[in-house]
């Protein structure tokens, strides 16, 4: 069943660039995003969206927080299902509330797509797991089609679910006019792009194993990005910890200044997330001042950088999107070999448990 891989984990890493393409199939036309799931009088009259999601689920709706609000121009805001639940929050009819959620199952996830309900707001999942409790229960359902992710740690499933965010910020951007037919064409050729960014490269995976010899000693680990990339560095920090038991933590690049840079010293690891398409001036002034303090530095980037101590590069695109998605397969990758160096079962890490049904 692993196909020759050695973990489910490796074999759901391998298989992200395939479940987008399935991910995609039938949405994506020449000029638009088509979702036959959803009915048109769903986003009609909406004028913010909240999102609620746990854990890497969370993670992709952070993400989708920037995209909806640079592409459709709608007010959105993301929580933590555990802490909307009981801060008896002000929930207005015009929001549409989307929760994500890979089992449909998640305890937390679920109680918040109800107070919603009862609340009297439209609601949408999007859910690798077709009649879950949370398709049963929301008003419309985009499944990731990611298939049946084995792996404790989330890879495909968070994949796709972006996948599915990003063209729903386009959909909603068109829906709302909002979006020039160019900046559209562009957006749209791009997500045509993502299955290209997701193959492996070889020598990608060989450097991550090399660099897991020395990582799994790293005292503490830094994954810093900035915009879509401070998502994914709190994605590639939950990775790490998931599955090598190591102390990491993912931060807003400007953010470190205001306090975290005070740890920085050799043996504090520092992973930053370097995108040529977004903001590269910026994080590249972050990282100067952490290496300043002798943190040690690996950049993930189409660029070299000279103050890096280690380098993992990926390909240089168009979009930054497309560089997200190359520097996940690094974080996975990294995770999952520091993961094996320490003799840890990758598939099943100690304490965690697939779905979380109780809160
Ligand atoms: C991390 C991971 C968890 C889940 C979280 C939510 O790798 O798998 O953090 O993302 O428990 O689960 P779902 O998406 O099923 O609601």
Redesign the pocket.
Known sequence: QKDGFRFFMEKEIYEQSDVVVDCMLGRLSDDEILFDEIDKSLIKGINEIKIC?????YHSGLTASYLFERLSKVKCNVEIASEFRYKEPLLTKDTLFIV???????AD?LEALKMAKAAGLKSLVICNVDNSSMTRTADATILTRAGIEKG???TK?FTTQTVVLWMLALYFGKAKNVLGSDKLQSELHALREVPKSLIIDDSMHEKTKRLSKRYLHGHGFFFIGRDVFFPLALEGA??LK?ISYLHAEGYPAGEMKHGPIALADPELFTIALMPQNLLYDKIKSNVEELSARDSTICSISPLDFDLSDDFIKINETDHYMLEFFEMLIALQLLSMEISVRLGNDVDMPRNLA???TVE
């Open positions: 999601a746990c854990g890497t689920s994500i959620s890979q089992s449909g199952e998640t996830t404790v740690a989330s499933a939950l990775k998931e697939k779905s979380v």
